[in-house]
């Protein structure tokens, strides 16, 4: 049962849970006992339509036959070497050919790592030491970007985590998303190494970019001579296969990636321009390395979700449901309110008009948000216990779940709204 096991990992962990969002499924969370395609099984067994997918990696959905197979016949074959292997040349090869700012790459283990590497790189490469960032992105859990941080950050009322030197935070500045006067004031007055940014934010809801934030960032950090460092961890293969920066037709000088690569296993990649990427150890002065960087499996696994990428069904799929599903949840909500979609992901915002920026969306009626969560759950649904996280969509994600998720939508929207 959830509620035993609840009982016992309040005992050995901090909040009960190892990431915080999960803590914020009330009274406590459920715990999963398996999943397949668009489902989850409770260990209370109950199946739930899955909105989360793992906070956006299953693209597929949950245990895809061809990832399987992929990573059983890699485990047949040992699962570390702590030498190259074909499969890491293979994913990279992909991650060039579809992503357009990506002339080389580099394989970490977490979007975490790869935002702290992208950050170094901005550094060494102009000699800089300051970076810019937007209110309410999130870029992971490392010192650099846990300032103004949106998702769990500031789901749990630490946008600025303690412990960061503010000789650390002494370097990163902040402007509001989608405000360029704030971008180009910074730039214009301090030497800025990097300007990273969600080019759609993720982790407030979501909330796109209005049409000349992402050309007019482009603009300003070359102007400027500042690194750009589009954060694709959550966008990039989910927009299609050159994600945001194809979506949009922006290339930025860096690009984050994680999630959707690792098809699901633990993952992250900084990739980008040359002459940038070269300042990596071994062939340049900023350093990084890892014991798990280009694992086996989550190579394996990452090759085996792109190429399903590739055929593009699951695209068709995702984005069908996605907008179906915000149409039926625009329609049932009766209060003031905002469906904010890209593509296949999406959030709504309930008592507000507009929500373009982390501060809009910090006006949203959140206690009725955790409400309807809360009702959806109980009908079967699960979407993110968190307003500041997003619904996504996977290719499991069929008319019959779509048909039946709707239902539930439309009875509790009207319910509570
Ligand atoms: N960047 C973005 C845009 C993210 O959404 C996340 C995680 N949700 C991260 C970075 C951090 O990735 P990870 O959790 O793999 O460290």
Request: aromatic share 0%; no cysteine.
């Given at each position: 049962m959830s509620s035993d096991l609840w009982n016992k990992a309040q005992a050995v962990f901090a909040g009960g849970?190892?990431?915080?969002?999960?803590?914020?499924?009330?009274p406590f969370p459920f715990y999963t006992r398996s999943a397949k395609g668009a489902y989850l099984v409770t260990e209370d067994s109950r199946r739930l339509i899955d909105f989360v997918l793992g906070y956006g990696p299953l693209i597929l959905g949950h245990a895809h036959p061809k990832v399987i197979e992929a990573v059983k016949d890699q485990l047949e074959r040992g699962w570390l070497y702590g030498t190259p292997s074909r499969a890491e040349v293979e994913l990279a090869s992909m991650i060039t050919k579809h992503v357009?700012?990506?002339q080389k790459v580099r394989f970490v283990n977490s979007g975490t790592e790869a935002t702290m590497t992208a950050l170094r790189l901005s550094r060494g490469f102009t000699g800089r030491s300051k970076i810019l960032k937007f209110d309410g992105n999130y870029h992971g859990a490392h010192d650099y970007v846990l300032i103004d941080a949106g998702s769990a950050a500031s789901e749990f009322g630490v946008p600025f985590s303690q412990g960061i030197p503010t000789e650390v935070s002494s370097t990163v500045l902040v402007c509001p998303y989608n405000d360029l006067t704030c971008v180009e004031t910074v730039l214009k007055r301090e030497e800025i190494a990097g300007v990273i940014v969600e080019p759609v934010m993720g982790n407030m809801g979501v909330i796109p970019p209005e049409k000349d934030f992402l050309p007019g960032l482009r603009k300003l950090t070359r102007e400027y001579g500042s690194v750009l460092i589009f954060d694709e961890v959550i966008t990039g293969f989910r927009?299609?296969?050159?994600?945001a920066q194809s979506y949009f037709g922006v290339t930025p000088d860096l690009t984050t990636l994680g999630k959707i690569i690792g098809g699901g296993f633990p993952i992250g990649a900084v990739c980008g321009r040359k002459e940038i990427m070269d300042q990596l150890t071994p062939s340049g002065r900023v350093f990084n390395a890892g014991t798990f960087n280009a694992n086996p499996i989550s190579m394996t696994a990452g090759i085996a979700t792109i190429q399903e990428l590739e055929k593009k069904e699951v695209y068709t799929v995702s984005e069908r449901a996605a907008r179906v599903l915000a149409e039926e949840i625009d329609r049932a909500i009766k209060m003031d309110h905002v469906v904010n979609r890209v593509y296949n992901f999406f959030q709504f915002f309930l008592g507000v008009k507009d929500v373009r920026n982390a501060n809009d969306a910090r006006k949203a009626k959140r206690d009725l948000y955790v409400k309807v969560h809360e009702s959806l759950l109980k009908e079967g649904v699960f979407i993110p216990p968190s307003q500041f996280e997003a619904l996504f969509t996977s290719g499991a994600h069929d008319d019959d779940v779509v048909n039946e998720s709707a239902r539930v939508f439309k009875k509790v929207l009207e319910d509570l709204t």
């Open positions: 849970v190892n990431s915080p969002v999960r803590a914020a499924v009330k357009p700012s990506a927009l299609g296969l050159g994600g």
